[in-house]
T-cell receptor, first 111, second 115 residues
Framework: KAGVTQTPRYLIKTRGQQVTLSCSPISGHRSVSWYQQTPGQGLQFLFEYFSETQRNKGNFPGRFSGRQFSNSRSEMNVSTLELGDSALYLC??????????FGPGTRLTVL | SQQGEEDPQALSIQEGENATMNCSYKTSINNLQWYRQNSGRGLVHLILIRSNEREKHSGRLRVTLDTSKKSSSLLITASRAADTASYFCATGANPGGTSYGKLTFGQGTILTVHP
């Protein structure tokens, strides 16, 4: 099976802009989770989607949003970018009560 | 917030030696997973151990779980230079709880294996 794919791999934006990141899960996986990784805060959970519904949400401002499509692909959006949003954004997919498999990540740099 | 504490924060060993990393957590869990990350790349899944298991093996990896102490350890035997990476433990919550579907990560252990 193909692994989790994320696009784009690298992104450079300026403050105030918005960005959309995409994640394609492993075939058959219906759960998609998003995480933010920064040197200061480590790996932090953003949100999780299952069957197009947000099932869980981390402690991030409303500028961070996401959605999941009927084919389980997911997107996350960050509006009004701030310098502190620079991070590696990781997507993971899983089957219920099973391992979460991660994609290669999108490296976002906000200037 | 980070649930897990990993110990040590950094570990430097020679090829052929064993490496042991420890992870502690705070709340009840359904499972605990270990991941490896090379230089800011994606996380590679190593092993999952469920709350009703005490020990699990995969190749050169051995994971133990002590739910009474809320702790886990990862042992890498006969380490290689290619094992150099950051290692993270992540806990998964029980179904039905408010944290279901979310992994909570420790801050990681940086392992350096010298040739």
């Amino acid at each position: 099976k193909a692994g989790v794919t994320q696009t784009p791999r690298y992104l450079i934006k300026t403050r105030g802009q918005q960005v959309t990141l995409s994640c394609s899960p492993i075939s058959g996986h219906r759960s998609v989770s998003w995480y933010q990784q920064t040197p200061g805060q480590g790996l932090q959970f953003l949100f999780e989607y299952f069957s197009e519904t947000q099932r869980n949400k981390g402690n991030f401002p409303g500028r961070f949003s996401g959605r999941q499509f009927s084919n389980s692909r997911s997107e996350m959006n960050v509006s009004t970018l701030e310098l502190g949003d620079s991070a590696l954004y990781l997507c993971a997919s899983s089957s219920p009560l099973s391992e979460q498999f991660f994609g290669p990540g999108t490296r976002l740099t906000v200037l | 917030s980070q649930q897990g504490e990993e110990d040590p924060q950094a570990l430097s060993i020679q090829e052929g030696e064993n490496a042991t990393m420890n992870c502690s957590y705070k709340t009840s869990i359904n499972n605990l997973q270990w991941y490896r990350q090379n230089s800011g790349r994606g996380l590679v899944h190593l092993i999952l151990i469920r709350s009703n298991e005490r020990e699990k093996h995969s190749g050169r990896l051995r994971v133990t779980l002590d739910t009474s102490k809320k702790s886990s350890s990862l042992l890498i035997t006969a380490s290689r230079a290619a094992d150099t990476a950051s290692y993270f433990c992540a806990t998964g919550a029980n179904p039905g709880g408010t944290s279901y579907g979310k992994l909570t990560f420790g801050q990681g252990t940086i392992l350096t294996v010298h040739p």
